[in-house]
């Protein structure tokens, strides 16, 4: 079995931040999917969806994914689209531990607005604002639960966020280590 923590979830609810301090605190190295996806391509996301269109950013994307799931042992922050292939969302489940950070829209919208990385790493995906955000968030609900292993609200402190999910990884440690078998 995969023994990474995988962060999934809507943009601005700090995956890269909270996947940060998680791995410090598990001593794993921190990957995010995003950085080694704009490294690999030499050009920024902005640049990559301008020039191939969103399929060719979701392609980088998945081949991305696929390189850093073969290792172990590490904290991977995803990007918000990636659980939009089945392909993708399989590989996710069968990983690591699966913990998606949830928030509502208008605190995702304050948070995006507030984030200088935004213009480069978040090109438009529908009309933008607020809007964008919800109906955005509405399709991919389900899918962000399907690969899921628990939900986890992404409105409290980086370092309260990771103390919460590291409890929730150690609960299923401890349950699946005492189950008979
Ligand atoms: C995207 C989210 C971004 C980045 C790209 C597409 C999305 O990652 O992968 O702009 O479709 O939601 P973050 O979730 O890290 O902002």
Redo the contacts with the bound molecule.
């Keep these: 079995m995969k023994q990474n923590l995988l962060l999934i ?5 700090g ?2 931040t909270v996947g940060k301090l998680l791995a410090d605190r598990l001593g794993f190295p921190f990957v ?3 950085v080694l ?1 704009e490294e690999r391509a030499g050009a920024t ?1 902005r640049a990559i ?1 301008a020039e191939e269109g ?1 399929a060719g ?1 979701r392609k980088r ?1 998945s081949a991305i994914l696929r390189e850093i799931c073969q290792t172990d042992q590490q904290v991977i ?6 659980i ?1 292939s089945e392909a993708n969302r399989e590989l996710i489940k069968k990983s690591g531990f699966v913990v998606w950070l949830s928030a509502e829209p208008d605190i995702l919208a304050k948070r995006l607005n507030a984030d200088p990385t ?1 213009q480069e ?3 438009k ?1 529908a009309q933008g604002g607020l809007d964008e955000i919800r109906e ?1 968030l509405e399709r ?1 609900i389900p899918l962000y639960r399907e690969c899921a292993d628990c939900e986890i609200s992404a409105t409290v402190s980086p370092s309260l966020l990771a103390d919460t999910i590291l409890s929730a990884w150690t609960a299923i440690i401890s349950t699946s280590s005492n189950t008979p078998g």
């Design positions: 979830g809507y943009r601005g609810t995956k890269s995010d999917a995003d996806l996301i969806f969103e950013f994307e922050a995803t990007g918000g689209g990636v939009l935004t790493r978040r090109p995906l955005v991919r």
